[in-house]
């Protein structure tokens, strides 16, 4: 990727029209933050010590979790260091770095619910099978495959947006570098390039969400030929964590962008609740439903001493 610019660094504006309210926010975010760091990390440590959740769906879970550890630390750092009070600059190598793994976490989320989904798919529609076709090659296979087309999807997107020349205005409005707001200070033509980016970021969202509804709509159907009322509400109960978090995934995605005409404060605030609140939610939403999850949790409290006793 050639530099072609002669601007050095950017100034990160923030969230539009919350001035005077840094301190606040900063209490806020680091809040949430904090939170999404411990929830995620006990989620992991729940999973990697208890051997009866060594299964296919919680090594996905554990690399969600991995993900939602690192997504939200790719902007709230330096969100939360100029909401304290100090510099608001941000270099341009920085500037990059934050786009790029951004969009490489963000796509690796994406591919890895829909892998995700195809697990559930074969649990319930197969589940005979299941061992077989889910195998430790297979899950470690997929796993990569979610990084490595992550990878490819991010150096795309960073290349298509910095390959312009940036020689003017260096103030991002905005809380990080994203797409968006980045080809507004761009000192050239970027009409064709905004088609080709919003082209690139629907349709690989787009494709995996048809992906999930597919396997989904597989799933319905094979729990509506279960007799049983308790066999239908289990596995109903097994998909419902999932399907929470796939919305909460795709929500922000759609609304900050493929509306046709961009909103900043909106796109801010949505972008925030991408960032800090739906992986701090993430932990929740795949335990409170989950004896196994719950069981497990309540050991690693214990044994960490926030816990008296086992419950």
Not at 61 to 69: G, H, N, Q, R, T
Request: proline letters at 5%; charged letters at 10%; a neutral charge.
């Amino acid at each position: 990727m050639r530099n072609a610019s002669v601007v050095t660094e950017f100034i990160l504006l923030g969230i539009p029209h919350t001035e005077d309210l840094e301190t606040m926010l900063f209490a806020l975010f680091l809040s949430f933050y904090v939170f999404t760091l411990v929830g995620n990390l006990l989620i992991l440590l729940a999973i990697v010590s208890s051997v009866q959740l060594h299964t296919p769906m919680y090594f996905f879970l554990c690399k969600l979790s991995v993900c939602d550890i690192f997504f939200p630390s790719v902007s709230s750092p330096k969100m939360l260091f100029y909401l304290s009070g100090h510099s608001r600059a941000i270099s341009y190598a920085g500037c990059v770095c934050q786009l790029f793994f951004y969009h490489f976490l963000g796509c690796t989320e994406c591919f890895l619910y829909t892998v995700m989904a195809y697990d559930r798919f074969v649990a319930i529609c197969h589940p005979l099978r299941y061992t077989v076709i889910m195998s430790h090659r297979v899950c470690a296979l997929l796993a990569m495959g979610a990084s490595f087309f992550g990878c490819i999807q991010a150096t795309f997107l960073s290349t298509l947006t910095f390959q312009l020349p940036y020689c003017g205005p260096n103030e991002v409005d905005y809380f990080f570098c994203d797409i968006p707001v980045m080809l507004k200070l761009a000192c050239a033509d970027t009409s064709a390039l905004e088609m080709v980016g919003f082209i690139s970021v629907g349709l690989m969202p787009l494709s995996c969400f048809l992906l999930i509804l597919t396997s989904y709509s597989l799933i319905v159907y094979s729990i509506l030929q279960i007799r049983s009322a308790e066999g239908q509400r289990r596995a109903f109960s097994t998909c419902s964590a999932h399907l929470t978090a796939i919305l909460l995934f795709y929500m922000p995605v759609v609304l900050i962008y493929l509306r046709p005409t961009p909103s900043p404060w909106l796109d801010a605030t949505v972008q925030v609740l991408n960032n800090l609140v739906t992986p701090m939610l993430n932990p929740l939403i795949y335990s409170l439903r989950n004896k196994e999850v719950k069981l497990s949790l309540r050991k690693v409290l214990h044994q960490l001493g926030f816990l008296p006793e086992p419950w």
